[in-house]
């Protein structure tokens, strides 16, 4: 048994203003008892989702020698989370930090693209690498959108049927992860529900969720927080995905409350204690 708190290394851009990658993922896995040691690939002012012209510096040169010291201190991790990179460079980085500390769960959010298009700046090339780090980790967290870039499928053009769901995230797992959840999907049943897998127990699951007609940016980046925590917690996977879910409803619904400009982020300032409080958790159901 530890005697301190779980460690994750965080490796992830720094957004100033918006509410998004490191300045929620700090917060986040703190309250949860978790002690987060971020390794920033990159600083901007704001995010990129409409705050006009971004400020950016690029910190690819210092992710390798952050790696060295942290292995020369001969640091224990339990986590190695990743998030958007921004270039081959710090992909072929963070392929580094998981051969580091290969006992540690890796994690990967593949943030490539949402509402069925890729970013910008994910050429081929860079889908295709990332493809390529995502097959090297434990647990995966794509939206639909970036599932589908990973298995090179085009976007679904309705939503999904069970059947359909489970082959997505079966092929997802087979191409490395025993792990894979996917955010945001519309099923065919009229729900919009996040899903999940887990190969070795051969079982695939299901968390519901109350729609809001609003999109903030953030969103990701905070449910794959709070399922890292809860795993390194000893939740299991369909606890840890109603936990991300439930949380992610509160902070959704209580900034929709407050007509807040979406561009903004989610309120969490106003729930992250929640977090820090037991629950019963029992909307999660087999797929």
Known sequence: MLQRPPRVIAIHDLSGFGRCSLSVILPTLSVMGVQV??????VLSTHTGGLGEVVFRDLTDYMEPALDHYRRLNLEFE????????????IESCLDYFKSWPDALAVVDPVMGDHGKPYQTYTPDMCQRMASLAAAADLITPNLT????LLGEPYPAAPLRQFEAKRMLARLSEKGPRLVTITGVEMADGHVSNLGYDRDRGEYWRVDCNYVPASYPGTGDLF??????????????PMAIERASRFLEIAVRTT??????????VMLES????????HTLDRYRLL
């Open 37 to 42: 040691c971020p390794v920033v690939t990159g």
């Open 146 to 149: 970036e599932a589908s870039i």
């Open 224 to 237: 794959a927080s709070v399922l890292v925590g809860a795993l390194l917690r000893g939740d299991s996977l």
């Open 79 to 90: 986590c190695v989370y990743s998030g958007w990179m921004g270039s081959a460079e710090q």
């Open 271 to 278: 729930c992250l204690s929640w977090l820090g409080q037991e």
């Open 256 to 265: 929709f409350s407050y007509g807040s400009d979406t561009r903004y982020g």
